[in-house]
């Protein structure tokens, strides 16, 4: 099975940019195309938060035009600069549960669990309440298999201070508990936010978070301020059968620069 997988799109309500000049619809229509030409197979494309810029609402219109030409079934997820209403708004088939965008389902043996870490008190970091957390204990219960959990927040500390500040530090230790008590689920954590490709393992749990299209953040462990930089672009490849997990990480500067330069012109 093949799923694809993107992540902090941030995408801005008329068309703005990011003040290096980087166009974050750019971005996304380059991820698409590729994906579209080479990974028409994939049985999902999931997209794990920050889908928009910070109150940037009217752009889900715009990611739910980009998404209507997907013929690809396709999962939201929420991150910290996300609005749920309006969320659900843009894409009214959207499956909710208690209000959160937490939903799960099974495909070709693995369960793909994916969860809602957008905070309560609008932090950046991100948060599991006890109501979720509940939920993802029973959803985990009622399966068998290996089971991905996509989310938008990691809970690791990666080391970069800025970064590591706003992980997911609400719910964090009952997660890692819940993990444990479903050691034989394989669970594997699948995150955004970063907007670097980092992966490890956290309290026993292997996770990977994926590059943003969009921009990137610096590798800067000495810095306490975030430091944005024009890293390559990207989106995950995942591949899962009987043997385990695979992900590619599929980097496209190169046609990313040349369709920037057109729609500069
Ligand atoms: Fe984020």
């Known amino acids: 099975m093949k799923l694809l997988w993107m992540t902090d799109l941030h995408l801005m309500s008329g068309g703005e940019k990011h003040r290096s000049g980087v166009d974050p619809a750019v971005r996304l229509r380059v991820c698409l195309d590729d994906m579209l030409a080479e990974h028409a197979d994939a049985a999902r494309l999931i997209i794990t938060g920050d889908l928009i810029q910070l109150r940037h609402t009217a752009a889900y219109g715009m990611l739910a035009e980009a998404l209507?030409?997907?013929?690809?079934?396709?999962?939201l997820?929420?991150?910290?600069?996300?609005?749920r209403e309006a969320l659900a708004r843009a894409f009214p088939a959207l499956q909710l549960s208690n209000g959160f965008v937490q939903n799960?389902?099974?495909?070709?043996?693995y369960q793909l669990?994916?969860?809602?870490?957008?905070?309560?008190?609008s932090m950046h970091s991100g948060q599991l309440s006890a109501e979720r957390l509940a939920w993802l204990e029973t959803t985990l219960g009622e399966s068998q298999g290996p089971a991905l959990?996509?989310?938008?927040?990691?809970p690791a500390t990666v080391g970069i201070p800025a970064l590591d500040?706003?992980?997911?530090?609400?719910?964090d230790i009952e997660l890692a508990r819940i993990l444990q008590r479903h050691r034989h689920r394989q669970p594997y954590l699948l995150c955004g936010h970063l907007h670097?490709?980092?992966?490890?393992?956290?309290?026993?749990?292997?996770?990977?978070?994926?590059?943003?299209?969009y921009i990137g953040f610096a590798l800067r462990m000495q810095e306490q301020k975030l430091v944005a930089v024009d890293e390559n672009p990207g989106y995950g490849v995942i591949l899962c059968n009987e043997e385990g997990v695979v992900i590619h990480t599929n980097s496209l500067r190169k046609r990313v620069d040349t369709l920037e330069t057109l729609s500069a012109r």
């Open 149 to 154: 959990l996509f989310m938008h927040h990691p």
């Open 113 to 121: 669990i994916y969860l809602d870490t957008l905070a309560d008190n």
């Open 104 to 109: 799960a389902e099974q495909l070709n043996g």
């Open 68 to 75: 209507a030409e997907v013929p690809i079934p396709v999962r």
């Open 196 to 213: 670097r490709n980092v992966s490890g393992v956290w309290k026993g749990t292997p996770f990977t978070v994926m590059t943003a299209p």
């Open 77 to 83: 997820l929420v991150g910290n600069h996300d609005d």
């Open 165 to 171: 500040k706003a992980r997911l530090n609400d719910g």
